[in-house]
């Protein structure tokens, strides 16, 4: 079974509206990390944490905010959708090295 | 922070010959070096990786090399297939415990008959 679960698969969201991305991981990783994926751009990096109850910006994390509550989940979350947030988004866990591990990722439009 | 540029964006090989990726980084702490694979709709997966304390690193058909001085790495696919046909991505990280990748912008790989 997957270590890193994302919910939803898919989501469509208005502009302005308020969307949370979930993410769950059994692993047992202290960090976790919320990544998008845009053509040409590779994956870059919005939100990080390293522990329950924390949270670090990444490369881009305008317009975004994160929550980690308890060891196993770590959320996203879009206050005002725009639609330059359309996006792929990938949760990933992992102390580093080759234990990183993603999501199968969340496939946001927003209209 | 660290920055990856990944070249080049688009590759064509032909079935049974050679695909060469090549990947440059800014901060010389890098240490971990990992490459991965994603098929079309799927996540990113690991194929291969390479630390600081090595300069070439093989399994099976992939080949991974290491230039510290130049901060340079790359990634070999030899006698490629069509099941090579991919995005590839490779990736760095700067910190001591090799969390928090910084990825590369992704080559599509299409290997044809």
């Known amino acids: 079974e997957a270590a890193v679960t994302q919910s939803p698969r898919n989501k469509v969201a208005v502009t302005g509206g308020k969307v949370t991305l979930s993410c769950n991981q059994t692993n047992n990783h202290n960090n976790m990390y919320w990544y998008r994926q845009d053509t040409g751009h590779g994956l870059r990096l919005i939100h990080y944490s390293y522990g329950a109850g924390s949270t670090e910006k990444g490369d881009i994390p305008d317009g975004y905010k994160a929550s980690r509550p308890s060891q196993e989940n770590f959320s996203l979350i879009l206050e005002l959708a725009t639609p330059s947030q359309t996006s792929v988004y990938f949760c990933?866990?992992?102390?580093?090295?080759?234990?990183?591990?993603f999501g199968s990722g969340t496939r946001l439009l927003v209209i | 922070g660290e920055q990856v540029e990944q070249l080049p964006s688009i590759l064509r090989v032909q079935e049974r010959s050679s695909a060469s990726i090549n990947c440059t980084y800014e901060n010389s702490a890098s240490n971990y070096f990992p490459w991965y694979k994603q098929e079309p709709g799927e996540n990113p997966k690991l194929i291969i990786d390479i630390r600081s304390n090595m300069e070439r690193k093989q399994i099976q058909g992939l080949i991974v090399l290491l230039d510290k001085k130049a901060k340079r790495f790359s990634l070999h696919i030899t006698d490629t297939q069509p099941a090579d046909s991919a995005m590839y991505f490779c990736?760095?990280?700067?910190?001591?415990?090799?969390?928090?990748?910084?990825f590369g912008q992704g080559t599509s790989l299409s290997v044809v008959p």
């Open positions: 990736a760095a990280s700067a910190s001591s415990s090799f969390s928090k990748l910084v």
């Open positions: 990933a866990s992992g102390e580093g090295g080759p234990d990183y591990t």
